[in-house]
């Protein structure tokens, strides 16, 4: 990767450009560190409007909160933009029990997997089969799998430097396992959770069903209890109890939220930095990603408080239900594509408020080689904040928009911490730190500011 | 820095060493993450030997569980060098209060300063005045400052994006200030917390008499309350009333602890990792520098239980009284400078357990820039875990051997949460992450795999 760059210091524009650019990138730096309003902000957001579902009255409070925040930004025009989400309700009845074993019974740490169905009011319970992986459950066949609960129980590979390629090395077992297991014949599916922690989280996330007419309930299990219900089927037959009452309530409003200062320039040119609002029902959903939301509304309120007028139209966007749904990504970018517009870049923050690392890139494959070989060239200003720049995606949200040719971006922080809080009631502001929030916007704002200065084309 | 590097990537060994070196590297950071015993070893040491100052019973408690840690590692020697050193006690009584002010009578969170004289028993009552810097005080003079207590208040700068140089840029108040007031005739000092954070810890840490007739008591407050004093002497005048117990309570022995592993093929050049073992005598001292010892004895059991057999003489040195005195650092130079020792290298983790960024390496003049070079070379086999090489200090306790003409190395983790919990009763393992203490222990091992196979003269 390091060579790559080479060829494109030597050409970056050089002397008093680079001076100003280094000055400003510093500028930017400082506001979000002095001055900054992400904390306060991201407090608010979490502990009035936690568990922000989409379609829940906790996402509307959140909408609301986030649209007068941006409102309140010199300059800045907010508004909702109309979006339906499926609105996913946990409901009040949750309880895994082992109830036959050779340790007795006992409360297994269970969260519903989003979008699952539940159990039929008296429950389920049944003997529990352990697999690690979808194809072991076709393995085993209808004979073995039919009338039990499917147990996936693959751990994240804690071998992996960045934990989102050990999740996803794991996380098919939950979005598919339920599905799979169901078409076998099984009554229900357990899933060890999504991270490398040893603890009594329950990770929730989403779970999808392959076929409507087959689907049983997916529940997340902690880690710990995943290792005990491990050892203890090795040490003989385990029956589990299982009742839930989860339920889809149907389409809901749940608004996706803007906030825009017109380009003085090129204002058909749309720069576009964002995160997704809604979050899951339990938890703050602090760290995903209300962190990436008030991330992008402070790149708005840094840049303008800085008194800078960008040449290209800035549109901070708060996306709806990208956990369980993208309906807001999907409706924005065809709203988008409707009206004929052009986003120059979006830059998508959802991978924790963690010291940020750099960002990713990705674009159509007829424009990326030039965008990429481009926004390498200012990678010098940006080196000294401990930022590098990689290929990748950009993010869930902006991905609809890649059709329109423009450059996606995804800021990626420290992944170490992520896991041990992702989609948990653990997802709280007190374990987002202050200034690595800080660090994430200033980043965002300072390749917002230089997209904004010199176009990438 | 990074142009610095090209020319040397082309001289750097090429095809079957570097990727045997690649393939160790990785299996160095597959044992610390599936196998490392450093989050449980590092959980011993913060419950059971918490606040283990120099001296102190709690530090002997320390030295025997590392003794015996280092001694579980099959291959390893391990034992302990006597050390003297000055045992500081807080004592119990602890008191700090606003007495008179617009706001009336309100305590505050403080902690007496290590090595700081204590108040009369009666304790003692003045007015308060506040200054930004030592400077101040003798402008300010003898006249005003004579009788009163002098409040230190300049904070930590919020913007320095290594908050280690934030650190730098206040802490001659903690260290100098006492001082520095008694000189001027004030009665006591007190000083904002040295954190960027806002909240309720105070943050104690070392401070020195530059005139040991001239003692008055030092006493950090925390910066909540720092800001709150502050406000309250716009108002009007002050009075603070502060009554503390601490002491001196003579040299005690606070023994070093060394494991060793002797070289096969150049026993006598010493590869030295390390950190401090002895903390501050609040919290746990799990990121200062609990983290630091415990990933040096990890250095020696990852490489150890992956059947490595050192060309060098691997030694882990857990260093005493690194926070008031330095004696175990000057002790162990001595020692081994009359042995006619020679350090090759000596690596030392002194800035928490965060995810790590790199090493930061120095030396002698005369041997730096071969060094330096040399070392340059191994940096493609680090990047890709995020790691990066700079120019700075190695650490205190490694210092003293500098005249040795070996190379000093500090590991450079992540530095933006330590100061929200460095030298406070919050320094405790719940805020040690464990992926990020094992990678900071893969990355010391990995410098130390290439220093050791390769040399670096």
């Known amino acids: 990767m390091l060579f790559l760059f080479l060829a494109f210091f030597a050409s970056f524009h050089t002397g008093k450009a680079q001076d100003e650019d280094a000055l400003m990138i510093a500028r930017i ?30 996402y509307l409070g959140a909408a609301h909160f986030t649209q007068s925040s941006l409102g309140s930004i010199p300059g800045v025009t907010a508004y909702l933009q109309p979006c339906q989400a499926n609105y996913w309700v946990r409901g009040d009845k949750e309880k895994v029990e082992v109830v036959k074993s050779k340790a007795g019974k006992f409360r ?22 352990e697999v690690r992986s979808l194809d072991e459950v076709e393995k085993l066949g209808k004979d073995k799998v039919s009338g039990k609960i499917i147990f996936y129980n693959r751990p994240m590979d804690p071998s992996k430097i960045r934990t989102f390629s050990a999740y996803g090395g794991a996380v098919d077992q939950r979005v598919y396992g339920p599905s799979r297991a169901a078409e076998f014949g099984a009554v229900a599916a357990l899933v060890r959770s999504m991270t490398t922690a040893h603890d009594d989280f329950p990770h929730t996330g989403v779970t999808v069903y392959r076929d409507s007419t087959k689907t049983v309930p997916g529940i997340a299990i902690s880690t710990n209890d995943a290792d005990r219900l491990s050892d203890l089927l090795k040490q003989g037959p385990v029956t589990v109890s299982c009742k839930t009452s989860c339920k889809s309530a149907g389409l809901r409003e749940a608004p996706t939220v803007i906030g825009e200062i017109r380009g003085s320039e090129y204002p058909d040119e749309i720069i576009l930095v964002g995160g997704h609002l809604d979050s899951w029902d339990v938890g703050q959903g602090a760290h995903d990603d209300g962190a990436g939301c008030i991330q992008s509304v402070e790149v708005l ?9 960008p040449r290209r139209t800035l549109r901070c966007v708060l996306f709806s239900n990208e956990e369980n749904g993208l309906a807001g990504g999907r409706t924005y970018a065809r709203i988008s594509n409707d009206k004929g517009e052009f986003h120059l870049a979006a830059i998508e923050s959802d991978a924790g408020g963690f010291t ?8 159509d494959t007829s424009v990326f080689k030039t965008y990429y070989r481009n926004v390498s060239k200012w990678l010098p200003l940006l080196e000294s904040y401990g930022l590098h720049f ?13 059709s329109q040719k423009g450059l996606l971006a995804g800021l990626r922080p420290d992944s170490q911490r992520y896991f041990d809080f992702h989609h ?33 084309k």
Chains 1, 2 share one sequence.
């Open 424 to 456: 948990t009631a653990n997802d709280r502001i007190e374990n987002v730190n202050r200034r690595e929030l800080e660090l994430g916007a200033a980043a965002m704002a300072s390749l917002v500011y230089l997209i904004d200065k010199y176009g990438i």
């Open 108 to 129: 297994l740490n269970a969260l519903s997997l989003g979008n699952s169905a539940a159990t039929p009011t008296q429950g389920i319970k049944a003997e529990v089969i």
């Open 29 to 58: 730096h400082d506001e979000a560190l002095v001055n900054g309003k992400s904390y306060e902000w991201l407090s608010t957001l979490c502990t009035r409007h936690g568990g922000r579902i989409a379609g829940s009255p906790a």
């Open 356 to 363: 940020p690392r750099g960002f990713s890139f990705d674009a």
């Open 390 to 402: 990689e290929t990748g995606g950009g993010g869930a949200d902006i991905g609809p928009l890649k």
């Open 301 to 309: 309120r840094i840049l303008t408080s800085l008194g800078y007028k």
